[in-house]
T-cell receptor, first 118, second 114 residues
Framework: GAVVSQHPSRVICKSGTSVKIECRSL??????MFWYRQFPKKSLMLMAT?????????EQGVEKDKFLINHASLTLSTLTVTSAHPEDSSFYIC??????????????FGPGTRLTVL | GQNIDQPTEMTATEGAIVQINCTYQ??????LFWYQQHAGEAPTFLSY????GLEEKGRFSSFLSRSKGYSYLLLKELQMKDSASYLC???????????????FGKGTTLSVSS
């Protein structure tokens, strides 16, 4: 149980285009999903918290218009990187918290999406 | 603000025991997690501590001292597959915008050799 998927796993795009990344909880409902960014050999940096049916909460320094987050259902959140530039190249990871809580209220992570902007 | 420190790298041999330390400073501590992450993969949950003391889970144990802002992850009977990055993460009600997300340390890369 507690499986989170992400799609695509890898994407290469040209500078100026937009890229959408999907995060799905496959066997549980997630009222809250989190989006992280990870640079090589660095830790995960929280970008935003996505709540089903409401606006996402962005961390300081993260541009809302640049990283659009939509959490339309209890099993799906999407992150759209708009007008991508090479500096947006990174590993994007989502996580989801089970609506039912779970033993430790822990987050379950997706496998990540490697974005490369040329 | 919050600050989470852990060593950058550690090395050990198969069969040995290794302890990875983590110190943290937070405003509203509400639990500490340890995750394992292999290169290019998502983190996987290892352990959770919210009260002081030791939590044992097979070959892995995690310890917490809230008064000292200190935790460690203990790995016993090391295997080659334990080579990975180990992330210490704190849940902080007050600092994070949403109050529920995890704040991660930079991770400790453990290399296990034969």
């Amino acid at each position: 149980g507690a499986v989170v998927s992400q799609h695509p796993s890898r994407v290469i795009c040209k500078s100026g285009t937009s890229v959408k990344i999907e995060c799905r909880s496959l066997d549980f409902q997630a009222t809250t999903m989190f989006w992280y960014r990870q640079f090589p050999k660095k830790s995960l940096m929280l970008m935003a918290t996505s709540n089903e049916g409401s606006k996402a909460t962005y961390e300081q320094g993260v541009e809302k218009d640049k990283f659009l987050i939509n959490h339309a259902s209890l099993t799906l959140s999407t992150l759209t990187v708009t007008s991508a530039h090479p500096e947006d190249s990174s590993f994007y990871i989502c996580s989801a918290r089970d609506r039912a809580g779970g033993s430790y209220n822990e987050q379950f992570f997706g496998p990540g999406t490697r974005l490369t902007v040329l | 603000g919050q600050n989470i420190d852990q060593p950058t790298e550690m090395t050990a041999t198969e069969g040995a025991i290794v302890q990875i330390n983590c110190t943290y400073q937070t405003s509203g501590f509400n639990g500490l997690f340890w995750y394992q992450q292999h290169a290019g993969e998502a983190p996987t949950f290892l352990s959770y501590n919210v009260l002081d003391g030791l939590e044992e889970k097979g070959r892995f144990s995690s310890f917490l001292s809230r008064s000292k802002g200190y935790s460690y992850l203990l790995l016993k009977e090391l295997q080659m597959k334990d080579s990975a990055s180990y992330l210490c993460a704190v849940r902080d009600w007050m600092t994070n915008q949403a109050g529920t997300a995890l704040i991660f340390g930079k991770g400790t890369t453990l290399s296990v050799s034969s």
